[in-house]
């Protein structure tokens, strides 16, 4: 099971960035997909998330701003990020919580968001 994530890129405070995730592979179902930010010493952050079935769920500091659209029949999770802010640029993550021969929590490679003041 991989994940492939695509979008990221530089953009001015206040610009507007669209991150995409597909999952490949032996996936059955997915129980649950989102978005994560690195933060510097390595800790990963919620960006938004969503369990099949379930409400969306966004960190505090991004409510109102992004967007997660999950489609679990197709594999994908995208993220609008609007009105981007410089304390947000990190490494983005694609994560699934998966069923494929077994129950496996997944990580994409990372996307790299640069907001520019």
């Known amino acids: 099971v991989q994940l492939q994530a695509s979008g990221g890129g530089l953009v001015q405070a206040g610009g507007s960035l669209r991150l995409s995730c597909v999952a490949s592979?032996?996936?059955?179902?997915?129980?649950?997909m989102g978005w994560y930010r690195q933060l510097p010493g390595g800790e990963r952050v919620m960006v938004a998330e969503q369990i099949r079935g379930g409400s969306i769920m966004y960190g505090n500091s991004v409510k109102g701003r992004f967007t997660l659209s999950a489609d679990f029949g197709k594999k994908t999770v995208a993220l609008q990020m609007n009105n981007l802010k410089p304390e947000e640029s990190s490494v983005y993550l694609c994560?699934?919580?998966?069923?494929?021969?077994?129950?496996?929590?997944?990580w994409g490679q990372g996307t790299q968001v640069t907001v520019s003041s």
């Open positions: 994560n699934a919580d998966v069923n494929s021969d077994y129950r496996v929590v997944v």
């Open positions: 592979g032996d996936v059955r179902s997915i129980n649950k």
